[in-house]
């Protein structure tokens, strides 16, 4: 019997919808971003194989994965179409700690949002398995999904002209890591002293796709 | 041989010394494709053709770094033990070497010392500069492109700066005519709809394939921003961001189509009406301020 809630990530029998994106990608959209996400590992998975030659970017999103550079999109497109996508399974990508310092400006108003006292968000947060949907805003800004509907939360009425590098931030369905400093409206709980972005190291981005991600608590300075 | 104003010969490597950035001069190779996933802008050069024409003027891989002008050219002194072999190719420019002309689209043999401007361009807006042996200004991710979206890479050009040069490789024969087409007074850009062109009302369909646009003064690397008549939405919701292409057409809340460039954010949140095929991407990066644009509106391709 399958409930409705793993009918929603059961991804083989949503709707995809293939829409042109000029001559040279297509950009493929599905029912949601847990469908997205099942999408996108399947395309990895056949990348990986060798059995889809000539992709020069593949970029997932909250409901779309475009497919870059590719010399013949009518022919992806039917192939495409042939896939049976399985649901994300629980560990798949690999699995990073990020221990988080909380002592963000905006812990009080999230837990009260949350409706607990302060103590409670490191818990709250640290006993979920986060994972990295897409990247977008910055090098190394990863879009952390897997907050129960419970958490959404609104980003701050106004955006802050600069958030510190290291603030681990929430706003709507996702949670996030500031790799540098930059201006932003995502409600910061804590901070982190891992390293989200550096261009030496391979891959540069510390939260690529496809990556978990679970938040620790580190003690207070 | 070395000019009168060059006390002695250089020590270490080529490089070239800074003295007039221009409105803005920036490194640029080929870009860094193969990271949107990770967030990080394509970049390069705006106009390939002209950027691997200018490496091969001078002997170099056609990937290899050079300087990007825009609008106003460059000035940089050269600093190397034996002359350096430069070449200028996209919007022709006039070039002088210690003041003296020298030609556009060809080698030109630059000795230590001697002062190397590029100015305003007769036609288009952004010139390349190529230098035997490369920019080599620090790589990040195998590209030295300035990327001014994300800043990844080296700074623009700043008076004073030094940036190095690699080693040159022997010099070709040059071509005998160096390919170039001014550019029209009208820019037409075939525009392939989708993949949102049905979050647009027929009206605005309609607007965009009969009306003519213009440069916007606002325009830069990471977009062609352009002024004419709004295009209004049929649909009004919000739009989770997805991926984005080089000559994507977004249309932001104002209405007014953006023809996203190298430097574009890898995802967006505004519908793309269309996109611009990416060989008449490098026309539209050298369309000044107040050049007409015309959408040559193509019906979208059925998957």
């Given at each position: 019997?399958?409930t409705?809630?793993?009918?929603?990530?059961?991804?083989?029998?949503?709707?995809?919808?293939?829409?042109?994106?000029?001559?040279?990608?297509?950009?493929?959209?599905?029912?949601?971003?847990?469908?997205?996400?099942?999408?996108?590992?399947?395309?990895?998975?056949?990348?990986?194989?060798?059995?889809?030659?000539?992709?020069?970017?593949?970029?997932?999103?909250?409901?779309?994965?475009?497919?870059?550079?590719?010399?013949?999109?009518?022919?992806?497109?039917?192939?495409v179409?042939?896939?049976?996508?399985?649901?994300?399974?629980?560990?798949?990508g690999?699995?990073?700690?990020?221990?988080?310092?909380?002592?963000?400006?905006?812990?009080?108003?999230?837990?009260?949002?949350?409706?607990?006292?302060?103590?409670r968000?490191?818990?709250?947060?640290?006993?979920?398995?986060?994972?990295v949907?897409?990247?977008?805003?910055?090098?190394?800004?990863?879009?952390l999904?897997?907050?129960?509907?419970?958490?959404?939360?609104?980003?701050?009425?106004?955006?802050?002209?600069?958030?510190?590098?290291?603030s681990?931030?929430?706003?709507?369905?996702?949670?996030?890591?500031?790799?540098?400093?930059s201006?932003?409206?995502?409600?910061?709980?804590?901070?982190?002293?891992?390293?989200?972005?550096?261009?030496?190291?391979?891959?540069?981005?510390?939260?690529?796709?496809?990556?978990?991600?679970?938040?620790?608590?580190?003690?207070?300075? | 041989?070395?000019?009168?104003?060059?006390?002695?010969?250089?020590?270490?490597?080529?490089?070239?010394?800074?003295?007039?950035?221009?409105?803005?001069?920036?490194?640029?190779?080929?870009?860094?494709?193969?990271?949107?996933?990770?967030?990080?802008?394509?970049?390069?050069?705006?106009?390939?053709?002209?950027?691997?024409?200018?490496?091969?003027?001078?002997?170099?891989?056609?990937?290899?770094?050079?300087?990007?002008t825009?609008?106003?050219?460059?000035?940089?002194?050269?600093?190397?033990?034996?002359?350096?072999?430069?070449?200028?190719?996209?919007?022709?420019?006039?070039?002088?070497?210690?003041?003296?002309?020298?030609?556009?689209?060809?080698?030109?043999?630059?000795p230590?010392?001697?002062?190397?401007?590029?100015?305003?361009?007769?036609?288009?807006?952004?010139a390349?500069?190529?230098?035997?042996g490369?920019?080599?200004?620090?790589?990040?991710?195998?590209?030295?492109?300035?990327?001014?979206?994300?800043?990844?890479?080296p700074?623009?050009?700043?008076?004073?700066?030094?940036?190095?040069?690699g080693?040159?490789?022997?010099?070709?024969?040059?071509?005998?005519?160096?390919?170039?087409?001014?550019?029209p007074?009208?820019?037409?850009?075939?525009?392939?709809?989708?993949?949102?062109?049905?979050?647009f009302t027929?009206?605005?369909?309609?607007?965009?394939?009969?009306?003519?646009?213009?440069?916007?003064?606002?325009?830069?690397?990471?977009?062609?921003?352009?002024?004419?008549?709004?295009?209004?939405?049929?649909?009004?919701?919000?739009?989770?961001?997805e991926?984005?292409?080089?000559?994507?057409?977004?249309?932001?809340?104002?209405?007014?189509?953006?023809?996203?460039?190298?430097?574009?954010?890898?995802?967006?949140?505004?519908?793309?009406?269309?996109?611009?095929?990416?060989?008449?991407?490098?026309?539209?990066?050298?369309?000044?301020?107040?050049?007409?644009?015309?959408?040559?509106?193509?019906?979208?391709?059925?998957?």
């Amino acid at each position: 019997m399958s409930t409705s809630g793993t009918h929603a990530t059961d991804a083989s029998s949503a709707p995809l919808h293939i829409r042109p994106m000029g001559s040279h990608a297509l950009l493929i959209e599905l029912a949601g971003l847990a469908e997205a996400q099942a999408f996108h590992a399947e395309l990895l998975r056949r990348c990986a194989a060798g059995v889809l030659p000539g992709i020069r970017d593949i970029v997932p999103a909250a409901r779309t994965v475009l497919v870059d550079g590719l010399a013949d999109p009518q022919s992806i497109a039917a192939e495409v179409r042939t896939w049976r996508i399985p649901p994300l399974t629980a560990d798949e990508g690999p699995l990073i700690e990020i221990p988080v310092r909380y002592d963000g400006p905006d812990l009080a108003e999230v837990a009260g949002l949350w409706g607990m006292s302060p103590d409670r968000v490191p818990h709250t947060l640290g006993a979920l398995e986060l994972r990295v949907a897409f990247c977008g805003f910055a090098p190394g800004f990863g879009y952390l999904s897997g907050l129960p509907a419970a958490l959404h939360l609104p980003r701050r009425a106004t955006p802050r002209t600069a958030v510190p590098a290291g603030s681990v931030a929430l706003a709507g369905e996702y949670a996030g890591v500031y790799p540098r400093s930059s201006p932003g409206g995502w409600q910061l709980v804590g901070t982190t002293d891992a390293v989200l972005w550096d261009p030496r190291r391979e891959p540069a981005a510390l939260l690529a796709p496809g990556t978990r991600v679970r938040f620790t608590e580190e003690a207070g300075r | 041989m070395s000019t009168e104003n060059t006390a002695e010969a250089p020590e270490g490597p080529a490089a070239l010394d800074v003295v007039r950035p221009g409105a803005l001069t920036t490194v640029q190779d080929a870009g860094r494709p193969g990271h949107a996933h990770l967030g990080v802008p394509r970049s390069g050069a705006l106009d390939p053709p002209a950027h691997r024409l200018a490496n091969r003027l001078v002997g170099n891989p056609p990937e290899t770094a050079v300087l990007e002008t825009t609008l106003d050219g460059v000035t940089v002194r050269v600093r190397a033990r034996t002359p350096v072999t430069v070449a200028v190719t996209g919007a022709p420019a006039p070039v002088r070497v210690d003041g003296r002309p020298a030609p556009w689209g060809a080698p030109v043999r630059v000795p230590d010392g001697a002062l190397l401007d590029i100015g305003r361009p007769t036609a288009g807006l952004r010139a390349y500069v190529a230098f035997a042996g490369g920019v080599c200004a620090e790589a990040v991710l195998g590209s030295r492109s300035t990327d001014l979206l994300s800043g990844l890479g080296p700074a623009p050009l700043a008076p004073g700066a030094v940036l190095p040069l690699g080693r040159a490789h022997a010099v070709p024969p040059a071509p005998d005519s160096v390919p170039w087409q001014a550019p029209p007074a009208e820019l037409v850009l075939p525009l392939l709809l989708g993949p949102r062109h049905d979050w647009f009302t027929a009206d605005a369909l309609r607007t965009l394939a009969s009306s003519g646009y213009r440069v916007s003064p606002s325009a830069n690397r990471i977009g062609l921003r352009t002024e004419g008549p709004v295009l209004t939405r049929a649909r009004h919701d919000e739009l989770p961001s997805e991926g984005m292409v080089w000559g994507a057409v977004q249309v932001p809340p104002d209405g007014l189509p953006v023809v996203f460039l190298a430097d574009h954010p890898v995802t967006g949140g505004y519908p793309v009406i269309g996109v611009v095929p990416e060989d008449r991407l490098p026309a539209a990066a050298q369309a000044v301020p107040g050049t007409l644009i015309r959408f040559d509106v193509r019906r979208p391709v059925r998957y």
